[in-house]
């Protein structure tokens, strides 16, 4: 306050600051990420003569969303688990049943928001995200993933479908082959036994 006056120089908060007179207390309403930044107050008496400044240097963090789980299968029965949240400075850790994940292709902090997890391993699986503000978890039941990919049973059944198709037009195409040529050979026969009987006949 200088000589009864709010005084605000740094005009893009303007808007959202209200000041309490009765404790010099200063509030920044709806803050965003932008309104970090150092900020100085100074004081004045009642002539409005400056007396002194202080400042402040503020840091505007959003905390760290509800966390979010996927999975998928890979082959040779591994699981890739996936633990998506929105924030600043997000650090990730992750356990299964209660204890911390060491048996997994992750970095060896955990500090990420993906792992792979080997063959075989299932249980209650839980991801924990926090930052400086706030942290939540997510755990999700997961059942071991099978040795050969679903994908990989469907390139089987596509190369055993193409070898019977193959096979049966093979099988085809001999029968017609035989029936041709046992066609030909009778149609010989009676073709010669007609030339002996005209030579009989002479």
């Not at 908060?13 to 100074?42: A, C, M, P």
């Not at 008496?45 to 966390?67: C, E, M, T």
């Not at 789980?69 to 992750?94: F, P, T």
Request: glycine share 8%; proline share 2%; charged share 20%.
């Amino acid at each position: 306050m200088k000589k009864d006056k709010l005084v605000i120089r740094d005009t893009p908060i303007i808007d959202r600051v209200h000041f309490f007179i009765n404790n010099g207390t200063l509030r920044l309403n709806n803050t965003r990420s932008t309104d970090s930044g150092e900020y100085l107050q100074e004081t004045f008496n009642s002539a409005g003569v400056a007396q002194g400044s202080r400042g402040l240097q503020l840091f505007i963090k959003a905390p760290v969303s509800s966390p979010q789980l996927s999975s998928e299968c890979l082959s040779h029965g591994e699981m890739k688990v996936s633990c998506s949240s929105e924030g600043d400075g997000s650090q990730y850790s992750w356990t299964l049943n209660g204890k911390t994940l060491r048996d997994t292709k992750a970095s060896s902090d955990n500090e990420t928001n993906t792992i792979t997890l080997k063959k075989g391993l299932s249980g209650n699986l839980t991801c924990t995200v926090r930052n400086y503000i706030r942290s939540d978890s997510i755990s999700k039941r997961i059942s071991p993933c099978p040795g050969v990919s679903v994908f990989v049973y469907f390139q089987l059944a596509e190369v055993f479908i193409l070898l019977t198709v193959c096979l049966g037009s093979y099988c085809f195409y001999k029968k017609e082959t035989y029936h041709h040529k046992e066609a030909e050979c009778m149609q010989s026969q009676v073709d010669h036994g007609g030339t002996q009987m005209r030579v009989l006949m002479s």
